[in-house]
């Protein structure tokens, strides 16, 4: 295979992959665990700093555009995803009864992250197809601003290793698909709860996935540009991913279980990831 090809399928398999898979172990149990999820995202997350912070990040730096270049497109990923991110939740959390004063600041639940819950709630009301397609769609994009920065991460590393698909973007690979297993779960069964086909839920599920193809072929191309674009990519998607987990991830992970068992799953993570960059 040619160097895209090779990306997008690798990004194929962790993206739709790791989605429908998640989505076919949410339509064979129908329920998923807190703790579980909680302990796999936070070790995720831990795995993905190490990465960007001493993989990316420095091979950003070592392009010679200068570390403010860097700093500032860190920035720019974090301010357009918490941006975006904030846009969603003000637009959509009235919506949900439960959102209210008393409820913590962020998503305790991996079905309010990425707003499965507000699409339950519109079918649980048996309101019109209008109405549940815009739930459906808020979800897709509420899912988007998780999956294309994570793609760009991979597809950035791909970039600065000149086409070859090293130990960073594979491990990225390995992880995001790791990640989006309870993300599909979350997905899956509210459709399936509805009312929908399982496999029909189970595919849509798995096409949710999708932008994280579409963010792989983003971050890479953006990095094919020159030695400016390869900064901007790495650190663009190295700032998105820094919100993602410390705006979403590791928040949600402590909240859906109450114990110190997340940080330690984190640092194990961190230690993990520091391990796979430079042993």
Not at 15 to 28: D, F, K, N, S, W
Not at 42 to 67: K, N, P, Y
Not at 122 to 138: C, R, S, T
Not at 225 to 234: D, R, V
Request: glycine share 12%.
């Amino acid at each position: 295979m040619g160097v895209i090809e090779t990306l997008l399928v690798t990004t194929a398999i962790a993206g739709v992959g790791g989605t429908g898979l998640g989505g076919l172990i949410g339509a064979m149990l129908q329920k998923d665990s807190n703790r579980t999820v909680s302990l796999l995202l936070s070790f995720a997350g831990g795995v993905m700093l190490s990465v960007v912070c001493f993989d990316l990040v420095t091979e950003g730096i070592e392009t010679g555009v200068g570390v403010m270049v860097v700093i500032g497109a860190v920035a720019f990923g974090v301010a357009v995803i918490y941006l975006l991110n904030y846009w969603i939740d003000r637009s959509t959390n009235p919506e949900v009864p439960h959102i209210d004063e008393n409820h913590p600041k962020t998503a305790d639940d991996l079905n309010e992250l990425i707003h499965s819950d507000h699409y339950e709630h519109h079918q649980a009301k048996k309101d019109n197809k209008f109405a549940l397609f815009v739930a459906g769609m808020v979800m897709a994009c509420a899912i988007a601003l998780h999956n294309v920065p994570e793609g760009m991460t991979i597809g950035a590393s791909y970039a600065s290793n000149d086409g070859v698909m090293g130990s960073s973007a594979l491990v990225l690979a390995v992880l995001i698909g790791l990640h989006n297993i309870p993300e599909g779960m979350a997905v899956s069964v509210p459709l399936i709860s509805g009312g929908m086909n399982k496999a029909k839920a189970v595919l849509m599920t798995a096409l949710s996935g999708v932008p994280t193809i579409i963010g792989a072929l983003l971050g890479f191309l953006i990095g094919e540009i020159g030695t400016m674009g390869l900064a901007l990519s790495l650190g663009f998607a190295s700032g998105a991913m820094l919100y993602v987990v410390f705006g979403e991830i590791l928040p949600q992970a402590i909240l859906m279980y109450h114990s110190k068992l997340p940080a330690f799953s984190a640092i194990v993570g961190m230690l993990v990831g520091l391990f796979i960059i430079y042993a």
